[in-house]
């Protein structure tokens, strides 16, 4: 079945408890001829590559003969938590837990509510708790065994029958049945006791705290997911085209409201007042501001026009909006963002695996520990009761859950919340990258810049307005389409309104533009094409014209009638924000390093007004990556912050590729870390909370191995009531996804302006 081509599928998966589960079936895929899989406890999903034609079925089938169940996950926009039968049932067995197991406890624990045949009511008790409610353990724990594993399940199950069939004997065959028995409570385990000795409260607070534990952990991964769900189910559900009227073809079209998936490529649809955008899609007409928070987390709308790209989910929050859809479905921005938001919680970071190696065995040798334990006691002369207690304890403290938790949980707050500040990280990897990075490469143009010519200053001639200089200039430069002369022709408008209309334009390659406005003959340009007519600059605007060409800017001369009557420079401006990026760059321990192509005498200045000391100024595409393999040979480990398709193997190149979502999608597939935005402080919230999720991950390792570390050695020393460590064990599960859900009260330095 070798093939070079492979597919990719997933698969949700039904019926596994613990990461050992999920090591076990990762396992048995991975033995597949051409198969590639990850199984994501948390997720409840495998990730898998077959080859191209692979039969999914087969896949199917192969989980089932592992004992588990797998379909082919079915999208739909219905609430994930709102009547979740596996939530459903784990509430209902926990609350009969509750309900019957309390008394039991109670009973055990306080001798005055030991009235006569107390022990008999506590069978009763417990019986529906151990057999009923904790069926689903029993149940899982046979089908493992007849596929020769062990996992959790089988821990908690050998040891709540233990418990209660021990109970069942010294209550029917030993003398624990007796009226007036009285029993103590010990939080470790008695070295006396024997067929007098019952367990029921054992057996049925086990049976509780592991449920509680299963169901709370069960709900916070939902929760865990919300933000993914939430980001899946922005778009529209329908949407009004503009159908051609045929009969009258100066007709705009009339509105016929369609669901939103038989919306085609091509087609103009209407966007009210308050309305999302169906669709990523090209402005027909119409002015408005649009709302972007909700997929960007920018708050502040953004003013679009005819010939602006809008982006499906996006909220319309002025006027009316008739937009060409250039993209559906899948291909939509809202799309790819869900995807690659999903690729990163499927996968698994470097300091997983080790924690996957330990789940693989960790049951197996629990139960080795468990076994030693009950004859080490034996052998050192302790009763048989006694012996089985420690024994029990150190099957239900054991707790191989954690360990399968810990880095899921974290990747799905984590990345999960990264979206909703409008950050897309591409896997688990990249978090440990953002850790070691201590430089970062900023390319100029359209990542600390706009990226677009601006009107920066406006110098007029004596006896010449400000006013009369713009409205003769921007209205000749309007008939252009050179950066320039739009950039001046935009500011004009935006000062003055409308502009008339030019007369005899004529485009001098190279030099400027000519024609006439108003009546007068104007020019605007190099200094040489007004020199041609005889217009020449006087001192003080020569003087200011070299200022501005010193500084890396562009002067534009202008002039009518004979004389010249001012100057207008333009430059490429540096982002509002990007100052502040730089100085968060720097808190964050990462040297700033401005790379353009540009001369030096643009970078330094832009440099100089960022505040970075660091810049590669005159460098063509091709040797961007160039720069980038230098600085790493140089022992640094570098980050790549870019937006053009010339920027796409840098990217590629460094350590961690940081591209710019206003960018190319070239750029994009090429990065590690997408920003939905063009606010390079967006890329400072990227790195702190990929490294605030890497943290997380490290810590719910930490306290998840030295959970086991600690309490098993403790449980096998008889240091623990089984009852006790059924509670421990539930607790540490709930703890390591509690911790992950810390994440989502991450806040983004671009609201909140903290650094915390």
């Not at 418990?163 to 065959?173: G, K, P, R, T, V």
């Not at 500084?551 to 004389?563: H, I, N």
């Not at 398709?645 to 999608?665: F, H």
């Amino acid at each position: 079945m070798a093939t070079s081509a492979v597919s990719n599928l997933e698969l949700d998966i039904a019926g596994m408890t613990c990461a050992s589960c999920a090591a076990r079936l990762e396992k048995t895929l991975n033995k597949l001829d051409g198969v590639t899989a990850t199984v994501n406890f948390a997720l409840e999903r495998a990730s898998v590559s077959v080859p191209v034609g692979y039969d999914p079925q087969s896949l199917l089938a192969e989980v089932e003969k592992a004992g588990y169940t797998a379909v082919l996950p079915q999208h739909t926009d219905e609430p994930a938590m709102a009547d979740d039968p596996e939530l459903a049932g784990l509430r209902n067995r926990l609350i009969t837990a509750i309900v019957l197991a309390t008394p039991v406890i109670a009973m055990a624990m306080i001798p005055a509510l030991q009235l006569r045949n107390w022990q008999w009511a506590s069978l009763a008790l417990a019986a529906p708790v151990v057999l009923w409610a904790g069926w689903p353990f029993h149940s899982a724990a046979w089908a493992n065994l007849k596929h020769g594993a062990a996992t959790m399940d089988t821990l908690v199950s050998i040891g709540t029958l233990s418990a209660f069939l021990w109970s069942l004997y010294a209550l029917f065959f030993g003398t624990a049945g007796h009226h007036h028995l009285h029993h103590g409570f010990a939080l470790t385990v008695t070295p006396g006791g024997g067929a007098d000795s019952i367990y029921l409260e054992v057996a049925a607070g086990v049976t509780l705290f592991v449920l509680a534990g299963r169901y709370f952990e069960t709900r916070s991964k939902r929760r865990a997911g919300a933000a993914l769900r939430a980001l899946l189910e922005l778009g529209a559900k329908d949407v009004a085209v503009l159908r051609p009227d045929l009969l009258r073809p100066d007709h705009p079209g009339t509105e016929t409201r369609i669901p939103i998936e038989q919306l085609k490529v091509g087609d103009q649809f209407v966007v009210r007042p308050g309305e999302k955008i169906a669709t990523d899609g090209i402005v027909v007409s119409g002015s408005s501001a649009v709302d972007a928070s909700m997929l960007t987390g920018e708050s502040v709308p953004i003013e679009v026009g005819e010939g602006d790209a809008v982006t499906g989910a996006t909220v319309n929050a002025g006027g009316r909006l008739v937009v060409r859809a250039t993209r559906i479905g899948a291909d939509t921005q809202l799309a790819q963002m869900g995807k690659l938001v999903e690729a990163a919680q499927s996968g698994k970071a470097t300091v997983q695996r080790l924690a996957d190696r330990v789940s693989g065995v960790f049951v197996p040798i629990v139960i080795a520990i468990a076994v030693v334990t009950l004859a080490g006691w034996l052998l050192a002369g302790f009763s048989t009761a006694a012996a089985f207690t420690a024994a029990v304890a150190v099957l239900i403290i054991a707790c191989p859950c954690a360990l399968g938790l810990a880095t899921p949980t974290a990747l799905l707050v984590g990345t999960g919340r990264a979206a909703q500040l409008g950050v897309l990280i591409k896997g688990p990897e990249v978090l440990e990258s953002t850790r070691k990075v201590d430089t970062i490469v900023l390319d100029k143009t359209g990542t600390v810049t706009t990226g677009r010519m601006t009107l920066v200053e406006v110098i007029t001639a004596p006896g010449t307005d400000r006013a009369s200089l713009l409205r003769h200039a921007g209205a000749l430069e309007d008939a252009s389409e050179h950066p320039v002369a739009q950039a001046i022709a935009n500011a004009a408008r935006t000062e003055l309104g409308a502009l008339p209309a030019p007369e005899d334009f004529v485009n001098v390659q190279g030099k400027g533009v000519q024609g006439v406005v108003d009546g007068h003959a104007v020019v605007v340009g190099r200094e040489s094409l007004l020199a041609e007519r005889s217009v020449y600059l006087d001192p003080e605007l020569a003087k200011a014209k070299s200022r501005a060409e010193g500084e890396g800017k562009t002067a534009v001369a202008v002039g009518w009638d004979g004389s010249v009557r001012g100057i207008l420079v333009i430059a490429d401006t540096v982002k509002p924000t990007s100052a502040e990026a730089i100085r968060q760059f720097k808190q964050l321990g990462l040297t700033p390093v401005l790379l353009t192509g540009d001369n030096a005498t643009v970078a330094d200045r832009i440099a100089g007004e960022l505040r970075i000391a660091h810049v590669i100024a005159e460098v063509l595409p091709a040797d961007k990556v160039a720069v980038v393999q230098r600085l790493q040979s140089d022992g640094k480990v570098v980050a790549m912050v870019g937006d053009g398709v010339n920027d796409a193997a840098a990217l590629a190149t460094a350590d961690l590729g940081i591209a710019m979502g206003t960018g190319t999608d070239v750029a994009i597939e090429a990065a590690d870390l997408t920003l939905v935005r063009g606010d390079l402080r967006a890329a400072v919230d990227a790195i702190r909370l990929s490294r605030k999720t890497l943290a997380t991950i490290k810590m719910n390792l930490f306290w998840a191995f030295g959970y086991n570390l600690a309490a098993i050695p403790l449980a096998a020393l008889g240091l623990l009531n089984p009852m006790l460590a059924g509670a421990a064990m539930a607790f540490s599960s709930v703890l390591v996804v509690g911790n992950s859900l810390r994440l989502r009260s991450f806040t983004s330095t671009i609201r909140s302006g903290d650094m915390r």
